[in-house]
Protein backbone atom coordinates (compact mmCIF):
# COMPACT_ATOMS: atom_id res chain seq x y z
CA UNK A 1 0.00 0.00 0.00
CA UNK A 2 1.42 3.43 -0.61
CA UNK A 3 -0.15 5.49 2.25
CA UNK A 4 -2.39 8.44 1.37
CA UNK A 5 0.60 9.95 -1.13
CA UNK A 6 -0.67 10.98 -4.66
CA UNK A 7 1.74 10.93 -7.73
CA UNK A 8 2.21 13.45 -10.65
CA UNK A 9 4.05 13.77 -13.28
CA UNK A 10 5.54 17.26 -13.61
CA UNK A 11 4.06 17.63 -16.91
CA UNK A 12 0.64 16.79 -15.79
CA UNK A 13 1.18 18.99 -12.90
CA UNK A 14 2.14 21.71 -15.20
CA UNK A 15 -1.02 21.30 -17.36
CA UNK A 16 -3.40 21.23 -14.57
CA UNK A 17 -2.59 24.09 -13.05
CA UNK A 18 -2.60 25.53 -16.24
CA UNK A 19 -6.43 24.79 -17.19
CA UNK A 20 -7.69 25.31 -13.60
CA UNK A 21 -5.92 28.92 -14.12
CA UNK A 22 -8.61 29.36 -16.01
CA UNK A 23 -11.93 27.92 -14.10
CA UNK A 24 -13.79 29.33 -11.52
CA UNK A 25 -11.45 28.30 -8.76
CA UNK A 26 -14.29 26.98 -5.99
CA UNK A 27 -15.40 24.62 -8.62
CA UNK A 28 -12.71 22.77 -8.63
CA UNK A 29 -10.96 23.55 -4.63
CA UNK A 30 -10.54 19.55 -3.94
CA UNK A 31 -8.47 19.06 -7.58
CA UNK A 32 -6.16 21.88 -6.58
CA UNK A 33 -5.92 20.71 -3.20
CA UNK A 34 -4.86 17.57 -4.37
CA UNK A 35 -2.38 18.09 -6.96
CA UNK A 36 -0.57 20.68 -4.27
CA UNK A 37 -0.35 17.92 -2.01
CA UNK A 38 1.21 15.64 -5.00
CA UNK A 39 4.61 14.42 -5.19
CA UNK A 40 5.60 15.66 -8.56
CA UNK A 41 7.80 12.93 -10.07
CA UNK A 42 10.23 12.61 -13.06
CA UNK A 43 8.69 11.04 -16.39
CA UNK A 44 11.24 8.45 -15.91
CA UNK A 45 10.40 7.67 -12.22
CA UNK A 46 6.70 6.74 -13.68
CA UNK A 47 5.13 3.38 -11.81
CA UNK A 48 3.56 1.51 -14.28
CA UNK A 49 0.82 1.10 -12.21
CA UNK A 50 0.44 5.23 -11.69
CA UNK A 51 -3.51 6.76 -13.04
CA UNK A 52 -2.07 10.06 -14.81
CA UNK A 53 -3.67 11.83 -18.19
CA UNK A 54 -4.39 9.37 -20.46
CA UNK A 55 -4.58 6.03 -18.32
CA UNK A 56 -6.85 3.93 -18.61
CA UNK A 57 -7.98 2.79 -15.33
CA UNK A 58 -10.27 0.16 -13.67
CA UNK A 59 -11.74 0.88 -10.34
CA UNK A 60 -14.39 -0.15 -7.74
CA UNK A 61 -17.02 2.28 -5.64
CA UNK A 62 -16.83 0.47 -2.48
CA UNK A 63 -20.31 1.35 -0.85
CA UNK A 64 -22.22 -0.19 -4.13
CA UNK A 65 -19.27 -2.48 -5.80
CA UNK A 66 -19.51 -1.33 -8.93
CA UNK A 67 -16.74 -1.76 -11.50
CA UNK A 68 -15.85 0.88 -14.04
CA UNK A 69 -13.39 1.42 -16.36
CA UNK A 70 -12.63 4.99 -17.93
CA UNK A 71 -9.86 6.87 -19.64
CA UNK A 72 -8.41 10.00 -17.79
CA UNK A 73 -8.49 12.92 -20.24
CA UNK A 74 -8.05 16.55 -20.43
CA UNK A 75 -11.18 18.24 -20.63
CA UNK A 76 -11.06 19.20 -24.35
CA UNK A 77 -10.98 15.25 -25.16
CA UNK A 78 -13.57 14.40 -22.68
CA UNK A 79 -16.49 11.86 -24.34
CA UNK A 80 -18.57 10.20 -21.87
CA UNK A 81 -19.70 7.95 -23.82
CA UNK A 82 -16.60 6.78 -25.11
CA UNK A 83 -15.52 6.40 -21.27
CA UNK A 84 -12.98 9.61 -21.70
CA UNK A 85 -13.57 11.51 -18.55
CA UNK A 86 -12.06 14.81 -17.87
CA UNK A 87 -9.77 15.31 -15.00
CA UNK A 88 -12.12 18.14 -14.16
CA UNK A 89 -14.74 16.13 -13.36
CA UNK A 90 -15.45 14.75 -9.89
CA UNK A 91 -14.12 11.51 -10.47
CA UNK A 92 -11.60 12.77 -12.67
CA UNK A 93 -10.39 14.79 -10.09
CA UNK A 94 -10.77 11.72 -7.58
CA UNK A 95 -8.54 9.35 -9.15
CA UNK A 96 -5.74 11.26 -11.31
CA UNK A 97 -2.11 10.26 -9.07
CA UNK A 98 -3.84 7.10 -7.58
CA UNK A 99 -2.17 3.78 -7.54
CA UNK A 100 -3.15 0.08 -7.70
CA UNK A 101 -4.94 -1.14 -4.45
CA UNK A 102 -5.05 2.61 -3.21
CA UNK A 103 -8.61 4.18 -2.10
CA UNK A 104 -9.97 7.37 -1.77
CA UNK A 105 -12.75 8.72 0.04
CA UNK A 106 -14.53 11.85 -2.31
CA UNK A 107 -17.29 13.97 -2.47
CA UNK A 108 -19.34 14.21 -5.68
CA UNK A 109 -21.95 17.05 -6.64
CA UNK A 110 -24.83 14.99 -5.30
CA UNK A 111 -23.15 15.41 -1.91
CA UNK A 112 -22.28 11.74 -1.13
CA UNK A 113 -18.82 10.69 -0.28
CA UNK A 114 -18.30 7.48 -2.53
CA UNK A 115 -14.60 5.43 -1.26
CA UNK A 116 -13.10 4.81 -5.15
CA UNK A 117 -10.42 1.85 -5.37
CA UNK A 118 -8.07 1.40 -7.91
CA UNK A 119 -8.22 -2.06 -9.48
CA UNK A 120 -5.95 -1.78 -12.36
CA UNK A 121 -4.27 0.51 -14.50
CA UNK A 122 -4.06 -0.91 -18.33
Known amino acids: ?34 IERAK ?25 DKMMTI ?6 DANFSEGKISVLAPLGSALIGLRTNQEINWMFPDGRTKTLKILEVL
Open 1 to 34: MYDDVILITERDYLRIRHILSFQNSDDYENLEIE
Open 40 to 64: IIDEKEVPADLVMMNSKVKFVTLQD
Open 71 to 76: TLVYPE
